[in-house]
């Protein structure tokens, strides 16, 4: 006799996503949320300039700008506004208002974490969720 398994697809309204989780995206040509109900994704407006800021130096992150607009097609993305603070220090102040996360830096990981955020990485192995 076969079992039944059920699948649990963790769901979430809207997470923040950080330059390092677009840039190893477009490196790894992967949706960073597949496997998610993911709902919105909110990049804040520090994370856009600072990849306009590393398009200027590099081709590869003026690609991943790009790979922005792909996601366009298939989630619901809402760009922050701008305030003029460097992305890490954005997305930390985000942590009260929104709870899910995505970012490869480890240091705004931990920091995260420590603020009771949910935080997901995502490399060639696929995501990684730390609670």
């Known amino acids: 006799m076969a ?3 059920m699948v649990m697809v963790e769901a979430y309204d809207i997470v923040v996503v950080d330059t390092s989780v677009l840039i190893s995206a477009y490196e790894l040509k992967k949706d960073p949320f597949e496997g998610l109900d993911v709902k919105n994704i909110y990049i804040p407006g520090s994370v856009i300039k600072e ?3 590393l398009g200027k130096t590099a081709t590869k992150y003026t690609v991943a700008k790009r790979l922005i607009f792909k996601l366009l097609s298939l ?3 809402i760009i922050g506004k701008d305030n003029g603070s460097f992305a890490d220090k954005e997305i930390l102040n ?3 208002k929104y709870k899910v996360f995505f970012t ?3 240091i705004l ?4 974490k420590k603020r ?3 935080v997901y990485s995502f490399s060639e192995k696929g995501l990684r969720k730390y609670n």
């Open 116 to 118: 009771n955020g949910v």
């Open 3 to 5: 079992g039944i398994y």
């Open 75 to 77: 989630y619901n993305i």
């Open 109 to 112: 990981k931990q920091e995260i």
């Open 51 to 53: 990849l306009e800021r």
């Open 104 to 106: 490869n830096d480890k």
């Open 94 to 96: 985000l942590v009260g």
